[in-house]
């Protein structure tokens, strides 16, 4: 920059002396200040520096020969006389562990972004960063554009509250020059309820048939805790009132009864359970409901092939095939000449026999228990009331065909 200003001022001072403006001093020098005055009034002044000033002066001395006193703008980059170019720090951010600022939250600030112009007499490692009115950085290097903190600096965030963040560089004279302003608003999260789903009670057995006594150990589910959850909350019931246990630990996504809870079930009854969590206000949200209903047994059918003479032991019976007549309603008889199919049925069972018989779905037709080849007796096996029902097979009347209803 000194040789451009000193070539342009040197040849515009020749171009005065060649028209002959040089004989009169005073017309001279009104020539010379304007063109500095224009020099400093155009796009050059931001260019211009200290030591450009101090040629142009010098130059003024040297054409004329007086001192020559300019008013020079204070906007140029560095200014002679009462004017001064202030340092300057602009698009200053934190650097944060998230941009989203919902619900109250933890946010981990691991650094900080800016632009800094130094001006002409910035003071040097004078960066500071605030938060709010709280220094979290001070004495950093004023030709940075980017800083880590030595150690990332955690802040809790609480919905519904603005934070501000800002930094500052010092000139040489102590005056301080603030950046922009950083804003967070942590908005409120929107609110979502709890939710328990999946529960089931666990029990020492899934097979609910007959009157008995079933533990349980304890229970399984899935919690969505929501925006409000109330942990520890989790309340377990036995049909409508009983509970089980209740201020339970919701921290995993099942628990265990200590000691287990043992329930007498008896056949023909359903039972339920529920579970229940609750929110910070109170509020009560249950769970799917868990069934139980127990099953009457059901006494087997017996099937054994014999002599027709020799009547089967109670042994001989239950070692004999066994079929379950709530599946079982129809079965062919081997045709065997002479040979007897003994079938003992429970006693609540009605069993009906048909001879070259078309038939079709649950249709039935009486028996002429006269015939020699359908009689009954009653007998006993483990406590349960049995009808031992022994069906001769004869050779005209193949194939014979039973069904039990």
Known sequence: ?????????????????????????????LLVMQYIQETLSNEYRYYLTKNDIKLMQDLLYQFIGSTCEISFPTNCKCCCGTGSFDPSITGFSLVPSTTNYVGSQSVTFTGARFNISKGTHI????????????????????????????SPIVKELVEGQTYTAKASVLDEEGNEYFS????????????????ITNFKLVPSTTTYTGTQDVAFTGATFTINKGTKFKED???????TNEVMGTGL???????????????????????????????????????NTFTITVKTPVNPIYMYTGNQAAKPTVDEIKAGTKYDYNSMKQFNTPAMM?????????????????????FSGDYIYNIDTGRDYMQHEDVTIDGVAYKLTYLTTIASHNPYKTIVR
């Open 1 to 29: 920059m000194d040789e451009i200003l000193y070539e342009t001022l040197n040849k515009y001072y020749k171009a005065l002396s060649v028209v002959g403006y040089k004989r009169d001093p005073v017309v001279n020098k």
């Open 338 to 358: 002479l040979k007897t199919i003994w079938v003992c049925i429970p006693a609540t069972v009605t069993l009906v026999s048909m001879e070259n018989v078309n």
């Open 249 to 287: 630990s919701t921290a995993g996504s099942s628990i265990t009864f200590s000691p287990s809870i043992t329930k007498n079930l008896v056949e023909g009854n359903t039972y339920t359970a529920k579970a229940s969590i609750q929110d910070i206000d109170g509020n009560k949200y249950y769970s």
């Open 233 to 239: 909350s989790l309340e377990i019931v036995w049909g």
């Open 180 to 195: 922009n302003t950083m804003t967070i608003t942590c908005t409120a999260a929107p609110v979502t309820n709890p939710t």
């Open 123 to 150: 003071k040097e490692d004078s960066l500071k960063i605030y938060w709010g009115t709280e220094v979290l950085a001070e004495g950093l290097n004023v030709d940075l554009s980017t800083v880590i903190f030595n």
